[in-house]
C-alpha cells in the first residue's frame, strides 16, 4: 500500500494532537478532582469515567427522598462480623464512654461523645438505603450532618478527603470534600424515630444516600481530614478498594 | 452495495446485479466502522455477560417497585445458590464473593460499549448506514416476506449468495429493535441503578416504577439481549460461520465459493 506524504503528515499531525488532547484532559481531570484514588490498574478507565462524569453531574444533587409512609416495614440489617470486646464494653455502658475524634487537617482537633452530636443540630431524611448485591430498603436516617462538625474543627481549605475508620476491625473507608458536604451526608445516630439499632450500625454510622452501602460504614469512631490518601493503608483510599472493590460507589 | 434483499425481489433484479458484480466481490459487505465497533461490542457483551451474572449470583432474589430485601417477598428467585450466606436459597453451601472486580468489570465494559454505541449510532446516522442497510422496504414488511425469511432457517435453508450480501426484513426488523430499543432500555435500566445517577436524574428511576424494579427490567432485557445473541449466531452458523464471520473482520464476501 503507498501511503502519500500529505495523509502521513495529516495522521501525524491528528496523532500527536490526539495524544496532547488526552495528556490535557488528564491534567484538568487531576486539577478539578476528577480522579479517584484507585484509579490504577485495569478497571481506572470504568473507575475514573464514573467517577468524573458523576462528579461532573452530581456535585450539588440530593438523593431521592421519600414520604413517610413509604419507609420500609422491616429494614434489613445485612450480616456483621462478630462485635469486638472493645464494642460490647461500650456497649454494656450505654455508649456513654464512646467517642468520635476528628483529626488531621482541621484547625481544633476534638472528641465528641454521642450526647455532643445529638446536641448538635438534628436532622434526617427519608432516603433508600442500596446495597451493591441488589437489594434496597427505605427509612428515615437521623443525625448531623457531617459538613457542620467540620465546620465545628475548622477544615483547611487544601483538605480533600475525609477518612473515616469503624470499630470493626480494618474497615475504613474516605470520601471527598463534595460528599463530605454534601448536605445528606450525616454523622448517623437515630433510624426510623428511635436510636441507631445496633445490627445497623448504631451507635454512629456514616450515611451517605448517594452511594452504596458498604460506604456507609458502621460504628465511626475517627475521622482523619487531608488532602492525600496515599499515606493511608495501600493508598486506594479504603480498605474495600484494598479487596477489590470500588472506592467510589455512586453506581 | 445492494439496497434491498427480499426474497420479494424479482428474479430479474438478481440476475442483472449478478452479472455485473464481480468475481470477487471487492466492495465491503461491512464498513471498517461496523466492522471495528461489531468486535468491541462483542468483547463488552460478553465481559458484561459474566460479570452481570456474578453479581446477580450474590442476590437472586427479583422485586417489583421502589425496595427490596431477603425480608421481602421477592417478585421471583432464581433456583441457584448464592455468593451471600443470608439469602435463603435452599442451598447448604455459600458461593465466594467475586463482585469486587464483577462490578469493576462490568461498569468499565459498559462504558466502552456505550461509548462504541455512540460512534456506532452517530456514523450510522451520517454515513446513512441504518437508512441504507437496516430500514426494511414496504415489500420487506409484507408478511409473506417476513414468514419466508422466519421460515427459511427453521428448514435449514442456507440464504443465497445474493441474500448473504444484504439482510431481509426481519433482520432488519431486528437489528433496529436491538439497537434502538434493547440497547438504550438496558443502558437506562442500569443507569437507573446508579445512586448517583438517579440523584441528578431521578426521573430516570420513577419513569421505570422504581429502583427493583429497574433492577428486573435489566435482567429481563438482559435477557432478550442473551437470546438475541443465540439467534444471531445461529444464523451465522447457518449462512456459513467462516464466510459471515471473515466478513465482519475482513469486510469482504470472500469468493463466494459457499453458495457455489
Given at each position: 500500500m503507498?501511503i502519500?506524504?500529505?495523509?502521513?503528515i495529516?495522521s501525524g499531525?491528528?496523532?500527536?494532537a490526539g495524544?496532547?488532547?488526552?495528556?490535557?484532559?488528564?491534567r484538568l481531570?487531576?486539577k478539578?478532582g476528577l480522579v479517584?484514588p484507585?484509579h490504577g490498574?485495569i478497571y481506572g478507565?470504568?473507575?475514573?469515567l464514573?467517577?468524573?462524569?458523576?462528579?461532573?453531574l452530581?456535585?450539588?444533587s440530593?438523593?431521592?427522598e421519600?414520604p413517610r409512609?413509604r419507609i420500609?416495614p422491616r429494614p434489613f440489617?445485612n450480616y456483621?462480623?462478630?462485635l469486638?470486646?472493645d464494642f460490647?464494653?461500650l456497649q454494656?455502658g450505654?455508649?456513654a464512654d464512646?467517642?468520635?475524634?476528628?483529626?488531621?487537617?482541621?484547625?481544633?482537633?476534638?472528641?465528641f461523645s454521642?450526647?455532643?452530636?445529638?446536641s448538635?443540630?438534628s436532622r434526617?431524611h427519608?432516603?433508600e438505603?442500596?446495597?451493591e448485591?441488589g437489594?434496597?430498603?427505605?427509612?428515615?436516617?437521623?443525625?448531623?450532618p457531617?459538613?457542620?462538625v467540620?465546620h465545628?474543627?475548622?477544615?483547611h481549605p487544601?483538605?480533600?478527603?475525609?477518612?473515616y475508620?469503624?470499630?470493626e476491625?480494618?474497615?475504613w473507608?474516605?470520601?471527598?470534600?463534595?460528599?463530605?458536604?454534601h448536605?445528606q451526608?450525616f454523622l448517623?445516630?437515630g433510624m426510623?424515630?428511635?436510636e441507631?439499632p445496633?445490627?445497623?450500625g448504631?451507635p454512629l454510622?456514616i450515611?451517605l444516600?448517594r452511594?452504596?452501602?458498604?460506604?456507609n460504614?458502621?460504628?465511626?469512631?475517627?475521622?482523619?481530614v487531608t488532602d492525600n490518601?496515599?499515606?493511608?493503608?495501600?493508598g486506594?483510599?479504603s480498605?474495600?478498594?484494598?479487596a477489590?472493590?470500588?472506592w467510589y460507589?455512586g453506581? | 452495495?445492494?439496497?434491498?434483499?427480499?426474497?420479494?425481489?424479482?428474479?430479474?433484479?438478481?440476475s442483472s446485479?449478478?452479472?455485473t458484480?464481480?468475481?470477487t466481490?471487492l466492495?465491503?459487505?461491512?464498513?471498517?466502522?461496523v466492522?471495528v465497533?461489531?468486535?468491541?461490542?462483542?468483547?463488552?457483551?460478553?465481559?458484561?455477560?459474566v460479570?452481570?451474572?456474578e453479581?446477580v449470583?450474590?442476590?437472586?432474589r427479583f422485586?417489583?417497585?421502589?425496595?427490596g430485601?431477603?425480608l421481602?417477598?421477592?417478585?421471583f428467585?432464581?433456583?441457584i445458590?448464592?455468593?451471600?450466606?443470608l439469602?435463603p436459597t435452599?442451598?447448604g453451601?455459600v458461593?465466594?464473593?467475586?463482585?469486587g472486580?464483577?462490578r469493576a468489570?462490568?461498569f468499565?465494559a459498559?462504558w466502552?460499549a456505550?461509548?462504541?454505541?455512540?460512534?456506532y449510532v452517530?456514523?450510522g446516522l451520517?454515513?446513512?448506514?441504518?437508512?441504507?442497510d437496516?430500514?426494511?422496504?414496504?415489500?420487506d414488511?409484507?408478511?409473506?416476506?417476513?414468514l419466508?425469511?422466519?421460515?427459511?432457517?427453521?428448514?435449514f435453508e442456507?440464504p443465497?449468495?445474493?441474500e448473504a450480501?444484504?439482510?431481509n426484513?426481519?433482520?432488519?426488523l431486528?437489528?433496529l429493535?436491538?439497537?434502538?430499543v434493547l440497547f438504550?432500555?438496558?443502558?437506562?435500566?442500569?443507569?437507573?441503578?446508579?445512586?448517583?445517577?438517579?440523584?441528578a436524574?431521578p426521573?430516570?428511576?420513577?419513569l421505570?416504577g422504581g429502583?427493583q424494579?429497574a433492577?428486573?427490567?435489566?435482567?429481563?432485557v438482559s435477557l432478550?439481549?442473551?437470546?438475541?445473541?443465540?439467534v444471531?449466531v445461529?444464523?451465522v452458523?447457518?449462512?456459513?460461520?467462516?464466510?459471515?464471520?471473515?466478513?465482519?473482520?475482513?469486510g469482504?464476501?470472500?469468493?463466494?465459493?459457499?453458495h457455489?
Amino acid at each position: 500500500m503507498i501511503i502519500s506524504r500529505r495523509k502521513l503528515i495529516v495522521s501525524g499531525l491528528a496523532a500527536t494532537a490526539g495524544a496532547s488532547g488526552l495528556a490535557v484532559a488528564a491534567r484538568l481531570a487531576q486539577k478539578y478532582g476528577l480522579v479517584p484514588p484507585d484509579h490504577g490498574g485495569i478497571y481506572g478507565l470504568g473507575v475514573t469515567l464514573t467517577y468524573a462524569s458523576q462528579r461532573l453531574l452530581t456535585r450539588h444533587s440530593l438523593a431521592r427522598e421519600f414520604p413517610r409512609n413509604r419507609i420500609s416495614p422491616r429494614p434489613f440489617p445485612n450480616y456483621l462480623d462478630p462485635l469486638t470486646e472493645d464494642f460490647k464494653r461500650l456497649q454494656a455502658g450505654g455508649f456513654a464512654d464512646y467517642r468520635l475524634s476528628i483529626d488531621g487537617m482541621v484547625h481544633q482537633p476534638a472528641s465528641f461523645s454521642i450526647a455532643d452530636l445529638k446536641s448538635c443540630p438534628s436532622r434526617s431524611h427519608i432516603t433508600e438505603l442500596a446495597c451493591e448485591e441488589g437489594w434496597s430498603y427505605i427509612a428515615e436516617w437521623i443525625g448531623v450532618p457531617l459538613s457542620h462538625v467540620l465546620h465545628l474543627v475548622g477544615v483547611h481549605p487544601q483538605a480533600r478527603y475525609v477518612v473515616y475508620v469503624s470499630m470493626e476491625p480494618d474497615t475504613w473507608d474516605s470520601i471527598d470534600m463534595a460528599d463530605a458536604l454534601h448536605p445528606q451526608t450525616f454523622l448517623c445516630y437515630g433510624m426510623n424515630g428511635s436510636e441507631l439499632p445496633v445490627a445497623h450500625g448504631g451507635p454512629l454510622r456514616i450515611r451517605l444516600p448517594r452511594q452504596i452501602g458498604y460506604k456507609n460504614i458502621k460504628f465511626i469512631t475517627r475521622l482523619t481530614v487531608t488532602d492525600n490518601l496515599k499515606r493511608f493503608g495501600k493508598g486506594c483510599g479504603s480498605a474495600g478498594c484494598e479487596a477489590g472493590y470500588a472506592w467510589y460507589t455512586g453506581i | 452495495m445492494a439496497t434491498s434483499g427480499s426474497a420479494q425481489v424479482p428474479v430479474e433484479a438478481f440476475s442483472s446485479r449478478v452479472s455485473t458484480a464481480p468475481v470477487t466481490n471487492l466492495a465491503p459487505r461491512h464498513s471498517a466502522l461496523v466492522r471495528v465497533t461489531h468486535w468491541i461490542t462483542t468483547l463488552c457483551f460478553f465481559a458484561l455477560l459474566v460479570s452481570g451474572i456474578e453479581i446477580v449470583i450474590s442476590h437472586p432474589r427479583f422485586y417489583w417497585g421502589e425496595t427490596g430485601t431477603v425480608l421481602t417477598t421477592p417478585l421471583f428467585q432464581l433456583p441457584i445458590p448464592s455468593s451471600r450466606r443470608l439469602v435463603p436459597t435452599g442451598y447448604g453451601y455459600v458461593l465466594p464473593d467475586e463482585n469486587g472486580w464483577s462490578r469493576a468489570l462490568h461498569f468499565e465494559a459498559a462504558w466502552i460499549a456505550v461509548l462504541t454505541g455512540l460512534l456506532y449510532v452517530i456514523s450510522g446516522l451520517l454515513t446513512r448506514h441504518f437508512r441504507k442497510d437496516l430500514v426494511p422496504s414496504k415489500p420487506d414488511l409484507s408478511w409473506r416476506a417476513l414468514l419466508t425469511s422466519f421460515a427459511k432457517p427453521l428448514r435449514f435453508e442456507r440464504p443465497s449468495a445474493t441474500e448473504a450480501s444484504s439482510y431481509n426484513g426481519l433482520q432488519r426488523l431486528t437489528y433496529l429493535f436491538v439497537i434502538f430499543v434493547l440497547f438504550p432500555l438496558v443502558i437506562w435500566s442500569g443507569l437507573a441503578m446508579s445512586l448517583g445517577f438517579a440523584s441528578a436524574f431521578p426521573w430516570s428511576v420513577t419513569l421505570l416504577g422504581g429502583r427493583q424494579s429497574a433492577r428486573t427490567i435489566h435482567f429481563f432485557v438482559s435477557l432478550a439481549l442473551v437470546l438475541f445473541l443465540f439467534v444471531h449466531v445461529l444464523m451465522v452458523c447457518l449462512a456459513g460461520f467462516w464466510s459471515r464471520t471473515g466478513a465482519m473482520i475482513t469486510g469482504r464476501t470472500g469468493t463466494g465459493k459457499e453458495h457455489a
